[in-house]
């Protein structure tokens, strides 16, 4: 069975950091597509970053360099730093797992493994 457990949400200030974890079990992450998903109240959720099996990034046009996807594979653990956040990073903050090696993507529907959210709040 399959489980990604999300941690690391909060709420800080405008400019402030924050970093996100999200620990798998029942699936070695070194070999699946991982990614990061957020979904702000009245918006469709959508793709923050990915991480291939091979280690290929992508990242949302939003995220403008301020955010770093990483992964730990000895702790099987995923990773977003998220730096210089604005108020309109605020959302539930979610990890996922493709059942294949490559991305190809940001698309939600290509994630069939979904974590619990965190909650990120940015005030002003």
């Known amino acids: 069975q399959v489980q990604l457990v999300v941690s690391g949400g909060g709420s800080v200030q405008a400019g402030g950091s924050l970093r996100l974890s999200c620990v798998a079990s029942g699936v070695t992450m070194s070999r699946l597509c991982m990614g990061w998903f957020r979904q702000s109240p009245g918006k469709e959720r959508e793709g923050v970053a990915v991480f291939d099996g091979d280690e290929f990034t992508r990242y949302a046009d939003f995220v403008e360099g301020r955010f770093t996807i990483s992964r730990d594979n000895a702790k099987n653990t995923l990773y977003l730093q998220m730096n210089s956040l604005k108020p309109e990073d605020t959302a539930m903050y979610y990890c996922?797992?493709?059942?294949?090696?490559?991305?190809?993507?940001?698309?939600?529907?290509?994630?069939?493994?979904w974590g619990m959210g965190t909650e990120v709040t940015v005030s002003s």
């Open positions: 996922a797992a493709r059942n294949a090696y490559f991305c190809g993507g940001l698309s939600v529907p290509l994630f069939i493994y």
